[in-house]
C-alpha cells in the first residue's frame, strides 16, 4: 500500500516546455487534487476532481490543465511553463465525506528557468 | 473569498514549553478543521482535526481548540520535544464544496533543546 505516489520527484524546465505531473492512489479514494506550495504562501489548490470523470478549478487554476484519467490517477500538465510555476507541487486524494482527511504524496521540486 | 489567516508566522520554544498556533476563518460554513505537521522536505501529514460539533479534541501531547462564534481554532503542543520543530498548517472545510480545504499559510516551530 503505497498511499499517493507522485511522478517526478524533481523537474527542471526552460521557459516555454511543456510537461505533465503523474500522481496515483491505491487507496480507493474518489477526491483527489493538486497544490502547489510557495515560501510563505502555504498550500494552494490549483485543482481538485471529487470523482472519477470531474474535474474543477481551484483557487490558482491560470496556466494548468488536469486530467482524471481513471479513479486512481490524476494528472497536471503545464503547456508552456513560465519561471512564475516554480514551485513544490503536491497530489493529495481522500474520501471526502464529513471528515475529509487529505493524504498527500512526496511533491514534485519544479523549477523553470 | 474564503480566507484562513494562521499566527505567528514563526515560533521558537524550549524544549519543554507550551506552543500555540492561532487560525481564523471567514466561511460561517466551515466545518472541519484539520491540523498539518510538515517537516522539512516532506510531505504534509495530518495531526489532529475537529469538526464543529465539537469545541476541543486531545490527542497526547497535541490540542485543538475551536470556537465557531468567533471563528477562531487554535493548536497547543505541551512538553514540546525536538522532534516537534517543523511547519505546521491550519485548514479550513469550504462550505458547500466537495470536501475542499483552504490553508494557513504556516507556522514554523523551532524547539530548541
Known amino acids: 500500500n503505497a498511499g499517493v505516489t507522485q511522478t517526478p520527484k524533481f523537474q527542471v524546465l526552460k521557459t516555454g516546455q511543456s510537461m505533465t505531473l503523474q500522481c496515483a492512489q491505491d487507496?480507493?479514494?474518489?477526491?483527489m487534487y493538486w497544490y502547489r506550495q510557495d515560501p510563505g504562501m502555504g498550500l494552494r489548490l490549483i485543482y481538485y476532481?471529487?470523482?472519477?470523470?470531474?474535474?474543477d478549478k481551484g483557487e490558482v487554476p491560470n496556466g494548468y490543465n488536469v486530467s482524471r484519467l481513471n479513479k486512481r490517477e490524476f494528472s497536471l500538465r503545464l503547456e508552456s511553463a513560465a519561471p512564475s510555476q516554480t514551485s513544490v507541487y503536491f497530489c493529495?486524494?481522500?474520501?471526502?465525506?464529513?471528515?475529509?482527511?487529505?493524504?498527500f504524496g512526496a511533491g514534485t521540486r519544479l523549477s523553470v528557468l | 473569498g474564503e480566507n484562513v489567516e494562521q499566527h505567528p508566522s514563526t515560533l521558537s520554544v524550549q524544549e519543554g514549553d507550551s506552543a500555540v498556533i492561532k487560525c481564523t476563518y471567514s466561511?460561517?460554513?466551515?466545518?472541519?478543521f484539520p491540523w498539518y505537521k510538515q517537516e522539512l522536505g516532506k510531505r504534509p501529514q495530518l495531526i489532529i482535526d475537529?469538526?464543529?460539533?465539537?469545541g476541543e479534541k486531545k490527542d497526547q501531547r497535541i490540542a485543538v481548540t475551536l470556537n465557531k462564534t468567533a471563528k477562531h481554532f487554535s493548536l497547543h503542543i505541551t512538553e514540546t520535544q525536538p522532534e516537534d520543530s517543523a511547519v505546521y498548517f491550519c485548514?479550513?472545510?469550504?462550505?458547500?464544496?466537495?470536501?475542499?480545504?483552504?490553508f494557513g499559510k504556516g507556522t514554523k516551530l523551532s524547539v530548541k533543546p
Open positions: 493529495a486524494s481522500s474520501e471526502a465525506g464529513a471528515r475529509n482527511i487529505q493524504y
Open positions: 487507496m480507493n479514494h474518489n477526491s
Open positions: 476532481s471529487a470523482s472519477e470523470g470531474t474535474t
Open positions: 466561511d460561517s460554513a466551515s466545518n472541519y
Open positions: 475537529i469538526r464543529s460539533n465539537v
Open positions: 485548514a479550513a472545510s469550504i462550505g458547500g464544496s466537495q470536501g475542499n480545504l483552504i
